[in-house]
Structure formats: structure tokens, C-alpha cells
């Protein structure tokens, strides 16, 4: 049998490569400079544009751009295909197509005065393409947002010690904020202080979990001290169960509320505190197999874990083109099951949307940039290796894959002789330090996005929509009347594709701007991995519309005689966001090769606005 230590090793030696050697010549292909001035210091203004030190930066980095998505797309991918192409294209795909979109996406809004991509694309290409991506990556946040909520309400309630966990850590960042922000007091203590509060949270949330509904059927995962904090069900749509659904509304509102504060006040203190649960998580996993491998090899119980760290039989290598369905192919879709941990059109908002207003120094792109996102690739190399852990049942749905991401890095942590009932609650607090960010992050960058749209309000529409507190509103109802639909499970094919065009969108942006910076650029570091994503992300939406809902849907007499209207009407809202998708992503390109070919024909007239 494999042992999981060779999946972690594949993707430490790529990303060490990656790193070392590729990462720096971009740093020199796109001029870092650490004598120019960034936005965060030249725009300072105490809200948005906050210069951070460095640890702080990629804390807040790396916790907002590692969500759900890096834990579900490899599990479900391991599933369906087996565990080899999930981990080929994780350990090869991140540093030459995702760690560099995140990358450029940064540089090029530092080279913008930190705006986003969309306004970007729109000092080259015009208005129009302008607002073509900022919509499109507007409607992609709420995306976002109704996956990432759904999910922390299912980790949850799967582990409510990490409820109890969570609420603590985010009431000791808002004291951390004020501690270092308004009374001015010194960044280490308080750093060994806070962080030493974090990790107790962690044991208060397993001596005092809570859930807010009983279950007619408690989950095998409750401990017996479980506190309920309601006598009944909320009055809102069941989503999974009670539990679950009570938490998704307060989950919105929190993602709202935290949304409008001042960066220094939660965001920037909850994400840098967030950083340590991450690491040790993220870290602490990666030492557990080493440790665990070399334990179970040499025989010495104190550090042999409490299974086998091995790939079970139930995950195959390879489960062939059309997987274990029968009717799934590997390509395209495979490459929009797993976006975050490989490439992620999210990222290019976090980078261009709140990292970019806040670098200190040019030079810090590099490891926030590149690095973060291979940090992201190692969190999914670990998710990979959580199903693949004997005994851990495999789950292709959000419902079962997340659970067994806590319980199979449970099952790491025994390699230092931590009980699993204490390893799987952190590991799900960990998640949720991931998910919680990313989703009020995302809440933010959309605030961000309506305000270029609208640019001066003209009219009290333009304002209400731009305001920061009725667009909050904006973002979170329709996401979560998505969520209560009962469409739930539809929406990761729509996610993972609309992310993966994003990413795309992204890298053209990037192409197009290099091409107006200097006609000796060369374009291939963007150009190839934009005309890759483009490719699979219009092969992969065309399957989902074409075969999945009109071929084996509306032209199958099984399906129609069966199908209720609800169904039906959900096949076709599918059918035209996807069919929607790859009208914008064609329309975009063509604008964007357009303007390439007349920059570097000498006739576009466009130039970078900071050089």
C-alpha cells in the first residue's frame, strides 16, 4: 500500500522548486522595488488602505484565500478519479499556473494604486470590459459566500467544540486589534498573549461545545457535554438539519458585520491570530505524517499513529477517464472540481481587493503572493490525504467531505500522541478559521467591486448600492436564499466553474497589462495559463450544460416523466449561468487579444498608470 508521506513529498520538492526558482525571476520580470512606494502607505487612511507588517499580511493572505474549496475539490476528486491525477494536477498545476496568478494579480494592483482586477482591465480595454469582470466577479462573490457559509455551518455542526472555539477567537482578535491599534502597546507580548488565548480556546470549545438545536439524531461526532442553546428549531428552511440551518443566517451576519469594520479592528488582528491555529494546523499535520511514517517504520509506539498513514484500498490510483461514476470525465472536469489548492479566480480579488492596500513593501509580493498560494496547495495535498487514511470513508458531497477532513487529520495528530477526540475538533477549528475569513473577506471584496461599478453615485440607487452597509445586505440575502432553495448541491459544479473562469479572466488581465507596460514583455508566464483555463473552463461549463441538464435531462424521457418543476426550473437556471459564462469569458478574450495585438503593434494608445 502508498503511504501518504509520498504525496506530501511530491508536493513539498514541486513547490520548493517553484519557489526557489521560479517565483524569483517574476519577482524580477515584473520590477519589485521596495524604494517605490506602495498604496497601503501612499492612500493610508485607517480603513481600507492599512500598511501591515509582513506576518500580519500573509496571515490575513493566506487565511482568506484557503477556504472550503481546497478541502472538498481534492476529496471529491480523489473519489471519483482516484488519488494520483487529484495530486498531479495540485503539485504541477499550483506553481506554474495558480501561485502565479495570485502573484501577477497582486503586482499588477500595486502597479494600480490597489485597485481590482476589473478596474485594471479597464485602463486597457474600456468601460465595457471594465464592467464585464467587475459584474462577473461581483456574482461570483455571492457564490462564494453561499458556499463558504453553508460549509461552516456544517463543520459546526458536525464538531460544536469548534463553534465554541470560534466564538472565543474572534472576541480575543477584536481585543488584539484594540490593543495594537489604539493603545499603541507592544506587537510581541501581545502576540505570545493572544496566541496562547487562541489555542486555549481550543480547549474550552471541547470542555463546553455547543449547538444551537437539538437533532432528532445526534451526530456520532457530538461529545455527551454538548450544551444546546435553543429548546427548538429556528423558524428557517431546514438546510441538511436544524443545526446546520440555525447557524447559516448567523454566519451571514457575522460575514456582514465584520465586513464594514475598519480593517484594524478584526480583519487584519483575527487573521494574523487565525495564522497560528492555520500553521499548526497546516504544519502540524505535514510533521504528523512525517513523524507517524517514521514511528510506524520503526517500530516506536510512542509516535505511531493510531491508524495506518497509508492510502486505503477504497481510494484507487486512478479509477479510469470516466472515474467511478462511469459517466464523469477526467477532463475537463476534473480541473474545476479542484480550483483553490490548484488555481482559484478568488484569489486575484483578495490579492487586487485587500492585500495589494495593504503591503508594506514591494518585496513582500513574493512570499505573500507566490507563497500563500503554494501554502494552499500543501492544505489540499492534506485534505488529499485525509480520505486517503484507512478507515476514513470517502464522501463525494460537501455534507461528508469536510467532516472527514477533521477526522482524518484526527487521525494524523495521534502521530504525536494527541487522543483523536482532541486532534479532530482543532482540525475543525482550523477550517473554520479558514471559512470564516474567506467568507467575510469575500463580503468586503464585493463591497469593493459594486463601488467601482458605480464609481460617483448619480442617483440614490447608486448609492444604496454602493454603501457599505445595504451592500453587505446585497451580498448575503440572495446568497443565502441560494443556500435555503434546497439548490445546494447544485451549486459546486456553478462555483468551481465560475472560480476557474475568474481565474482566467484574471491571468488575461495580467497578460494585457504586461503587453501595455513594455513590447518586449514576454507573455508566456500569463498567456499560456490564461488560454489553458479558458480552455477548460469553457469545455467544463459546456458539459455541464449540454450533457449533464439537456442531454441526460430534457431529452431523457425517464428523467422528464419523473422531473418535478422545481427540478426542471433549476436545470435551467444551470443551463443559462453556464451558457452565460462562456458568452462573457469569449467576449473578454477577444477584447483582451484585441488589445494585445494593437499594443504590441505600437497602436494602443493605453498605458499602465504607475510604472
Not at 495594537?180 to 510581541?188: D, E, G, T, V
Not at 514583455?521 to 450544460?545: D, F, H, N, R, Y
Request: glycine share 10%.
Amino acid at each position: 500500500m502508498v503511504q501518504i508521506i509520498w504525496l506530501v513529498l511530491t508536493s513539498l520538492i514541486l513547490f520548493t522548486v517553484g519557489y526557489l526558482g521560479y517565483s524569483r525571476y517574476l519577482a524580477r520580470f515584473v520590477d519589485l522595488d521596495d524604494s517605490r512606494e506602495t498604496p497601503a502607505h501612499k492612500y493610508e487612511d485607517g480603513q481600507e488602505y492599512v500598511p501591515a507588517k509582513k506576518p500580519v499580511l500573509l496571515g490575513h493572505h493566506y487565511s482568506s484565500i484557503a477556504g472550503g474549496a481546497p478541502i472538498v475539490g481534492p476529496i471529491t476528486a480523489a473519489a471519483v478519479w482516484g488519488w494520483f491525477p487529484a495530486l498531479l494536477w495540485i503539485a504541477i498545476g499550483n506553481p506554474l499556473l495558480g501561485s502565479v496568478h495570485d502573484f501577477v494579480s497582486l503586482a499588477a494592483s500595486l502597479r494600480h494604486e490597489g485597485k481590482s482586477i476589473g478596474y485594471i482591465i479597464g485602463e486597457y480595454v474600456g468601460e465595457r470590459g471594465k464592467n464585464m469582470l467587475l459584474w462577473f466577479a461581483f456574482l461570483t462573490i455571492i457564490l462564494v459566500v453561499a458556499v463558504f457559509a453553508l460549509v461552516v455551518g456544517i463543520v459546526f455542526n458536525a464538531y460544536p467544540q469548534a463553534a465554541t472555539a470560534s466564538l472565543l477567537y474572534i472576541a480575543l482578535a477584536f481585543i488584539f486589534g484594540v490593543y495594537l491599534y489604539q493603545m499603541n502597546l507592544p506587537f510581541l507580548p501581545g502576540t505570545v498573549v493572544f496566541v496562547a488565548g487562541v489555542f486555549a480556546s481550543v480547549w474550552v470549545g471541547i470542555q463546553y461545545p455547543i449547538a444551537l438545536t437539538p437533532l432528532a439524531e445526534t451526530p456520532a461526532t457530538w461529545p455527551s457535554n454538548v450544551i444546546i442553546l435553543l429548546n427548538g428549531p429556528l423558524p428557517v428552511p431546514n438546510v441538511i438539519n436544524a443545526n446546520v440551518a440555525a447557524w447559516i443566517p448567523i454566519v451571514m451576519i457575522y460575514a456582514a458585520a465584520a465586513s464594514v469594520l475598519p480593517v484594524w479592528m478584526l480583519l487584519q488582528p483575527r487573521d494574523y491570530l487565525s495564522s497560528f491555529l492555520l500553521y499548526a494546523g497546516v504544519g502540524g499535520a505535514l510533521l504528523a505524517i512525517i513523524v507517524g511514517t517514521l514511528g510506524s517504520a520503526l517500530g516506536i509506539g510512542a509516535i505511531t499513529p493510531s491508524q495506518p498513514l497509508v492510502i486505503s484500498d477504497q481510494i484507487p490510483a486512478f479509477a479510469g477517464f470516466w472515474g467511478t461514476t462511469g459517466s464523469t470525465p477526467l477532463f475537463p472536469l476534473l480541473f474545476i472540481t479542484i480550483a483553490c489548492g490548484t488555481i482559484s479566480g478568488f484569489h486575484s480579488l483578495v490579492s487586487s481587493g485587500t492585500t495589494s492596500k495593504q503591503l508594506h513593501k514591494e518585496s513582500d509580493a513574493r512570499v505573500i503572493g507566490y507563497g500563500g498560494m503554494l501554502g494552499e496547495g500543501l492544505l489540499a495535498t492534506i485534505a488529499l490525504g485525509t480520505i486517503a487514511i484507512a478507515g476514513v470513508t470517502a464522501g463525494t458531497g460537501i455534507g461528508r467531505a469536510l467532516p472527514n477532513f477533521a477526522a482524518g487529520g484526527g487521525i494524523m495528530l495521534t502521530s504525536f500522541g494527541i487522543p483523536a477526540a482532541y486532534g479532530a475538533p482543532f482540525m475543525g477549528l482550523v477550517l473554520v478559521s479558514f471559512l470564516l475569513t474567506s467568507t467575510d473577506t469575500a463580503v468586503r471584496l464585493g463591497r469593493y467591486m459594486m463601488e467601482e461599478i458605480v464609481g460617483t453615485p448619480e442617483s440614490s440607487v447608486e448609492s444604496l448600492a454602493a454603501n457599505r452597509y445595504s451592500n453587505a445586505v446585497i451580498q448575503t440575502v440572495p446568497a443565502y436564499v441560494l443556500i435555503t432553495s434546497g439548490s445546494w448541491l447544485t451549486l459546486w459544479q456553478l462555483f468551481g466553474g465560475a472560480n476557474q473562469l475568474l481565474a482566467a479572466l484574471a491571468l488575461l488581465t495580467a497578460t494585457v497589462w504586461l503587453a501595455n507596460w513594455d513590447e518586449s514583455k514576454q507573455l508566456i508566464s500569463t498567456g499560456v495559463p490564461m488560454a489553458v483555463m479558458v480552455s477548460i473552463t469553457i469545455l467544463g461549463l459546456g458539459w455541464l450544460a449540454f450533457y449533464e441538464n439537456i442531454y441526460a435531462k430534457f431529452l431523457s424521457d425517464a428523467w422528464m416523466a419523473e422531473a418535478t418543476l422545481s427540478a426542471q426550473l433549476s436545470a435551467v437556471v444551470q443551463i443559462v449561468l453556464a451558457l452565460t459564462l462562456i458568452g462573457l469569458a469569449l467576449a473578454l478574450v477577444r477584447i483582451g487579444y484585441t488589445n494585445i495585438k494593437d499594443a504590441r503593434a505600437g497602436t494602443s494608445i493605453a498605458q499602465p498608470s504607475d510604472d
